[in-house]
């Protein structure tokens, strides 16, 4: 029965990590909502029964891996970049339907704004999961041309390459060993799991010539970006495509649509940026 409180939640497993609670609470005190938003653990097994089984207090989700691709199947509506990359990290419950959105696009492109870095044409991605597909589309949405996608085993990037055909991008698919003798790309994405060792050490080259967005942001700093550091390079962690990912999803959750500005958006991000 619905008591009359709004609520949402951030989804995932683990979950107790997740910084998504205190953004989310931030922006809806900064808005004079009283809406509830909790973190629950479940898996991809589960998440089809618990997404259909929501009652009308519910306003909206947020997913975290591995339900991004899980949830897809159990939604009415996708807007077009959950369709394109396959995986939807936003639910919004609109009265019967269930509405999905990928806001990790625009966290992408919003971050790497936010680090000088407006427009590219090449770039690396580490990895080669949901985020790895969002970072495809955001470095498509900055002009990059060639992406250069660095995996422990390339054969299993063929439904990147085909992403990539689809947003005008070219990708090869290489070994992960290749960031050894890597020349110089505008951008390096890695979408490693945090605490990931990839294993190999950067090429000096790239480390000087490209800024490096590792999305992890705990424990931090990563293998990976400890290199860059160690070298005094460029980088940056995922804590702002967090930031500005919630940013998304809460103008989602508010008003439907995460195109469309908050109600003194500015100070909603300051307070929800305080948060992390």
Do not use: C
Not at 150 to 178: C, I, Q
């Amino acid at each position: 029965m619905n008591d009359g409180r709004t609520r949402l939640a951030v989804l995932g497993k683990p979950i107790a990590h997740s910084k998504s609670p205190g953004l989310h609470r931030a922006a809806y005190r900064r808005l004079g909502l009283e809406w509830e938003y909790d973190r629950i653990e479940i898996d991809g097994a589960e998440v089809g029964e618990f997404v259909t089984s929501r009652d009308d207090a519910w306003r909206g989700l947020s997913l975290t891996m591995p339900l991004k691709y899980d949830v897809i199947p159990v939604l009415d509506e996708v807007d077009e970049i959950a369709r394109i990359t396959g995986a939807a990290n936003t639910v919004l419950f609109d009265g019967r339907r269930r509405l999905g959105f990928n806001t990790d696009v625009g966290g992408i492109v919003r971050s790497l704004g936010e680090a000088g870095v407006d427009h590219a044409r090449t770039a690396i991605v580490i990895g080669g999961g949901a985020t790895a597909a969002s970072a495809l589309v955001a470095l498509a949405e900055l002009g990059v041309a060639h992406v250069r996608l660095l995996l422990r085993r390339p054969e299993a990037g063929a439904a990147l390459l085909e992403l990539g055909r689809s947003v005008g991008v070219r990708v090869t698919s290489e070994h992960l060993v290749e960031l050894a003798d890597a020349d110089p790309v505008d951008v390096v994405v890695s979408t490693l799991p945090g605490g990931t060792d990839a294993g190999v050490a950067a090429s000096g080259a790239l480390i000087g010539g490209a800024l490096l967005l590792d999305v992890a942001y705990a424990p931090w700093p990563t293998p990976l970006a400890s290199q860059w550091i160690d070298a005094d390079g460029r980088v940056i962690d995922g804590s702002g495509m967090l930031l500005h990912q919630a940013l998304l999803q809460v103008r989602v959750f508010v008003g439907g649509d995460p195109t469309v500005p908050l109600p003194d958006e500015h100070d909603v991000l300051a307070v929800m940026r305080e948060s992390l």
